[in-house]
T-cell receptor, first 118, second 115 residues
Framework: GAVVSQHPSWVICKSGTSVKIECRSLDFQATTMFWYRQFPKQSLMLMATSNEGSKATYEQGVEKDKFLINHASLTLSTLTVTSAHPEDSSFYIC??????????????FGPGTRLTVT | AQSVTQPDIHITVSEGASLELRCNYSYGATPYLFWYVQSPGQGLQLLLKYFSGDTLVQGIKGFEAEFKRSQSSFNLRKPSVHWSDAAEYFCAVGAGSGGYQKVTFGTGTKLQVIP
């Protein structure tokens, strides 16, 4: 089956610094990747849709200058949290869509990245 | 816009008992429906999906779900729960067209399994 990886799985950073999270599709080319944020004991909230070679589409209320998304290749998307603050601490999950599957709504999820800002 | 409701935040069942997790959706057209499971600190794993055809869908780990258009429901069932099934379960609906397809998740149901 399709596999999506994330790196790092866990990161601690100091307030004011930036941190980059990588999302990779390991065995398929993902033209579209998604970034979600999950608060403790809550559901996944879509932050943005990332299309290879174009600008990401951000959901309402998500600061595009704070959460920089780059989808430079068909297997890699990155999320950079700039000038991180403690309220940015969360579980960030990426997913990828395999365009070759007939029902392309199906998304393959990465294992998530736990970000803690101190 | 589509939406998903999971009315049960937390469910406790005894090991070996049957399970049903409820999911109701709102969408104007035929929806694409999913059930995912998430273990603590982990990503999501797809249990099953419905796109069209037979309304009773079989998934992994012995789970099944039934799409009922008249009730706008897609409830998840398992005849006999195992302790390893304890996790968070998310129902999701996919919608949109063309290059923009969005999946909306419900708030999740946390399953606790007692011996």
């Amino acid at each position: 089956g399709a596999v999506v990886s994330q790196h790092p799985s866990w990161v601690i950073c100091k307030s004011g610094t930036s941190v980059k999270i990588e999302c990779r599709s390991l065995d398929f080319q993902a033209t579209t990747m998604f970034w979600y944020r999950q608060f403790p004991k809550q559901s996944l909230m879509l932050m943005a849709t990332s299309n290879e070679g174009s600008k990401a589409t951000y959901e309402q209320g998500v600061e595009k200058d704070k959460f920089l998304i780059n989808h430079a290749s068909l297997t890699l998307s990155t999320l950079t949290v700039t000038s991180a603050h403690p309220e940015d601490s969360s579980f960030y999950i990426c997913s990828a869509r395999d365009p070759t599957t007939p029902q392309s709504y199906e998304q393959y999820f990465g294992p998530g990245t736990r970000l803690t800002v101190t | 816009a589509q939406s998903v409701t999971q009315p049960d935040i937390h469910i406790t069942v005894s090991e070996g008992a049957s399970l049903e997790l409820r999911c109701n959706y709102s969408y104007g057209a035929t929806p694409y429906l999913f059930w995912y499971v998430q273990s603590p600190g982990q990503g999501l794993q797809l249990l099953l999906k419905y796109f069209s055809g037979d309304t009773l869908v079989q998934g992994i780990k012995g789970f099944e779900a039934e799409f009922k258009r008249s009730q706008s429901s897609f409830n998840l069932r398992k005849p006999s729960v195992h302790w390893s099934d304890a996790a968070e379960y998310f129902c999701a609906v996919g919608a949109g067209s063309g290059g923009y397809q969005k999946v909306t998740f419900g708030t999740g149901t946390k399953l606790q399994v007692i011996p």
